[in-house]
């Protein structure tokens, strides 16, 4: 028996196996099959594997679409993203893992106060999502003083740069140590502040 013949025959033609990356595809109608030394594969079984197509019947046309050219996406350049955090006001990026989880920290100097400087932290948090850990973390401080930390994960500020997660789900998560500028800010003020588009719109998010 030919390699062909191994899946059997459709009407005197060796029915020929279709995969979709290594995983065959589902037969429902006319399979695809050798015919006269080439391969005849059906369009419907072309659907499974991602080309979608139109029939007009009046005319007798399969008319296929072909998904555009999707552009790849440029590579993480770690330093230029630190240099870019450096000219938000932060100090650089040190990855560190805390109670178990990979964190990407920086250490940002008070220049104007908090609700002022909160603008650049949150430039800061958006072009540390870059570093793929699991906590983006900023240690806020005032000279030899620290003033406080603030923290978040990543997939609940990738979800609130993206609209999945509103600014209240957002006040829920953060992590606030110390004490911010005069009055302890609370998870809710904060979440405020992010809502008033002090952020940047960043294109790897």
Do not use: C
Not at 42 to 52: C, E, F, M, R, T
Not at 86 to 96: H, K, L, P
């Amino acid at each position: 028996m030919s390699a062909a013949g191994l899946w059997g025959t459709y009407k005197g033609n060796n029915i020929i196996r279709l995969t979709v990356d290594g995983s065959p595809v589902k037969v429902s109608d006319v399979p695809a099959m050798s015919y006269q030394g080439r391969t005849m594969v059906p369009i419907y079984l072309l659907q499974q594997a991602g080309v979608s197509y139109t029939w007009d019947q009046e005319n007798q046309t399969v008319n296929v679409s072909i998904q555009s050219k999707i552009e790849p996406e440029p590579p993480f350049d770690a330093a230029k993203t630190a240099i870019d955090i450096i000219e938000q006001g932060g100090g650089g990026v040190t990855i560190v893992k805390e109670n178990g989880a990979t964190t990407a920290l920086v250490f940002m100097e008070k220049i104007k106060g908090f609700e002022q400087d909160w603008d650049r932290m949150a430039n800061i948090f958006t072009l540390l999502l870059e570093y793929k850990t699991s906590i983006l973390k900023i240690n806020y401080g005032d000279g030899d003083n620290q003033i406080g930390t603030i923290s978040i994960d990543s997939y609940t500020f990738s979800g609130f740069l993206k609209g999945t997660v509103t600014a209240d789900q957002l006040g829920n998560k953060w992590a606030i140590t110390g004490k911010i500028g005069q009055i302890p800010q609370t998870a809710k003020e904060i979440a405020r502040l992010m809502d008033r588009n002090y952020i940047i719109r960043h294109s790897r998010v």
